[in-house]
């Protein structure tokens, strides 16, 4: 089958099992405190209208499934009869949220709710019917924008899915600039370099530098045309910069919107601004081993940096309440990142 005909189903397929990571991950965190209470685990199924409870909290469980629904309809969207797929999107999205409320029974931190398993498959009904509804424009119109935009590469949906999830990264106003691969929590382990502010400055240009190299890189190669990429880079990466823009100001404050751009950053910056142009003009092949080299030094930089002053002091007036589980989510990915995106980079080069 062609690539530009099976990739709408591939990505979203890619897609259904990001997002079904996330949902799985925001609901069980922060994975500690298990004890046993000596209940049935399906006890919430009898329980009545939660004590407390916001119109926030039930909007956030009806709009988290609906792309989980969206995204699995669209994905067995190749099983026959028509209304096969939307029915089994909207069965599996309950299941996931009844599985999780079940697991939360034994989480001290998280109350299992028949409201949210409700509001849960509520929101894979929405998502179910919409793409029910606008599926087949849809996948024409994803067919016709890859067949200009998308090169005919392997594991091109792959890639997609993971600069989708690259925009998770920026958000955690605690990390440097693009640093992503941050063992050091997940592992209980510390820099031993201390902190000198020019050292410092160096280390925070290069982290930048490194990982803007390794995103505008790999777009670069699932871009159809090269000029095409000159246009796509710059613009995703400035939708980064967005994206820690706002996320600075909302989870922070708004007089810490640009906080982040420190003198490091504002280097790191302006190196990759002088060596994408020229980067881009290489084959495919050493662009792609470039971004792969890029990244594992950026990785390996981003453990070794000290302690990010700016860091503690946004984590001190940050209020997370309601955005606790999302930090946990956003850095889970920053973390993961680079160990998801090398076996791309190293398949495709091996496949260019």
Same mark, same amino acid.
């Given at each position: ?13 890619? $897609?259904? %099992?990001?997002? &079904? *990571? +996330?949902?799985?991950?925001?609901? !069980?965190? /922060? ?6 209470? =000596? ?118 949906? $792959?890639? %997609?899915?993971? &600069? *989708? +999830?690259?925009?998770?990264?920026? !958000?955690? /106003? ?6 992503? =691969? ?47 990429a000159y246009i796509i880079v710059p613009l995703f990466l400035l939708l980064g910069l967005i994206v820690r823009t706002l996320a600075a100001a909302i989870l922070i404050g708004p007089g810490e919107a640009l906080a982040w751009l420190t003198p490091g950053a504002q280097s790191g910056l302006l190196n990759a601004i002088v060596l994408l142009p020229l980067l881009l ?19 390996? $930089? ?51």
């Open positions: 089958m062609p690539h530009h005909e099976r990739s709408p189903v591939l990505l979203s397929r890619y $897609l259904a %099992l990001a997002w &079904l *990571g +996330l949902i799985v991950y925001g609901s !069980l965190h /922060p994975f500690s405190g298990w004890r046993t209470t =000596g209940d049935s685990p399906v006890a919430f199924l009898d329980g009545g209208w939660p004590r407390y409870w916001t119109v926030f909290d039930l909007l956030a469980n009806v709009a988290v499934y609906v792309p989980l629904g969206l995204f699995l309809t669209l994905a067995l969207r190749s099983l026959p009869w028509r209304f096969t797929a939307p029915i089994l999107a909207v069965l599996l999205a309950a299941g996931v949220s009844f599985g999780l409320e079940t697991v939360q029974t034994w989480l001290p931190s998280r109350v299992p709710s028949n409201v949210d398993l409700a509001c849960n498959a509520l929101g894979g009904l929405l998502g179910a019917i919409w793409a029910q509804a606008v599926g087949p424009r849809l996948f024409a119109r994803i067919m016709e924008i890859e067949h200009r935009l998308i090169a005919p590469i392997p594991h091109a949906e $792959l890639g %997609l899915t993971l &600069l *989708g +999830l690259w925009l998770l990264v920026p !958000l955690s /106003p605690e990390t440097l600039l693009f640093g992503a =691969g941050d063992l050091r929590q997940l592992l209980g382990f510390s820099s031993d370099l201390p902190f000198v502010a020019e050292s410092f400055v160096v280390i925070e240009a290069s982290i930048t530098t490194l990982n803007a190299l390794t995103v505008g890189l790999m777009l670069s190669m699932l871009a159809a045309r090269r000029v095409a003009l290489l084959p495919p092949t050493p662009r792609l081993m470039l971004a792969a080299v890029a990244l594992l030094a950026g990785t390996v $930089l981003v453990n070794l940096a000290p302690p990010n002053p700016y860091s503690a002091a946004a984590l001190a007036t940050w209020r997370q309440g309601h955005f606790l589980n999302f930090n946990g989510l956003t850095r889970l990915v920053a973390t993961l990142w680079p160990f998801l995106t090398l076996p791309f980079l190293l398949l495709t080069s091996r496949r260019q």
